[in-house]
């Protein structure tokens, strides 16, 4: 099985753009760009773009020390990741070992790992506790191979990996050499979206925070694309900037059988060609 079957990153990711790099990467200009992504994720643009330098925060603490896992060791993280058996009994009880586990290491991130890949539908979801509780999703494709792995930690080598709020990625100065992407988790007024990692991460008041950022950082000339639901609301918050309809392919439910396709707009600072 070739690399392309795994997609450009090694970790899944509900909400991801998988579908529209293609288009998200015709933005990314110039040799000399400056790659930034304050609501990273599964980082699959990054992934796909290669940057020669970034800079990648997330929210999640144990998603970043994945990452740098994977950058650092991947040879590591590869073996302790395929070492653990696949089934929905070895699933549970990796589950509950990463739950009842706190400390940082490169196990738990193998667990992290484990479960990202083989829970339902790429959710990354925790309750009130702070414990992941999304169920087993099956075994949808092989574990990607070592050379895969290896690929991803070359991506990485020259990126810097924060585990912060996006506020404080945003905080500094930027420049015309800067392209800032930014996906965050989605929250309208007028429709239901998934809380991703858990109850009341991102509301409108985050939503509100970020666009005043954003509006700082567009006069500094930085170049800012972001991807979000087509509601009214953001499409106000947003007026006078760029903004193009995308249609996004996704299962409902996570059943491949079950597709629809929704509208979400893409954003942006500058003129789209």
């Given at each position: 099985?070739?690399?392309?079957t795994?997609?450009?990153?090694f ?15 015709h ?30 925060s ?21 073996r ?17 070992e ?7 290491s490169?196990?738990?991130s193998?667990m992290?790992?484990y ?14 506790k ?8 099956g075994?949808?494709?092989e ?46 007024e007028s429709a239901?979206?998934?809380l ?16 005043g950022r ?19 609301e ?14 996004v ?7 491949a059988?079950r597709?629809?396709?929704e509208?979400?707009v ?7 060609g």
């Amino acid at each position: 099985m070739g690399l392309s079957t795994h997609g450009p990153s090694f970790l899944r990711w509900a909400g991801s753009k998988r579908r529209i790099i293609p288009r998200l990467r015709h933005l990314i200009t110039g040799a000399e760009t400056i790659y930034v992504e304050p609501f990273c994720g599964s980082a699959s643009l990054f992934f796909s773009a290669r940057p020669r330098s970034a800079y990648l925060s997330d929210l999640n603490d144990q998603l970043i020390a994945s990452l740098k896992w994977m950058q650092d060791d991947p040879t590591e993280l590869h073996r302790a990741f395929t070492s653990i058996p696949v089934s929905a009994a070895d699933y549970y009880r990796i589950r509950n070992e990463y739950n009842q586990s706190q400390e940082s290491s490169l196990d738990r991130s193998a667990m992290f790992v484990y479960l990202n890949r083989y829970c339902f539908n790429g959710l990354w979801r925790t309750n009130r506790k702070g414990h992941f509780n999304v169920p087993f999703g099956g075994v949808a494709s092989e574990a990607p191979p070592l050379e895969f792995f290896l690929r991803c930690s070359m991506s990485l080598s020259s990126a810097r990996l924060e585990n912060c709020d996006f506020r404080l990625t945003l905080e500094s100065e930027f420049t015309p050499n800067h392209f800032i992407f930014i996906d965050p988790p989605y929250f309208t007024e007028s429709a239901r979206t998934f809380l991703e990692y858990g109850p009341k991460t991102f509301g409108w008041l985050d939503l509100l925070a970020l666009h005043g950022r954003l509006q700082l950082i567009r006069e500094q000339g930085a170049r800012i694309a972001m991807v979000y639901c087509d509601v009214p609301e953001v499409r106000d918050l947003f007026r006078g900037w760029t903004i193009e309809t995308v249609s996004v392919t996704r299962n409902v439910g996570g059943f491949a059988a079950r597709r629809k396709v929704e509208r979400e707009v893409l954003i942006t600072s500058f003129s789209v060609g």
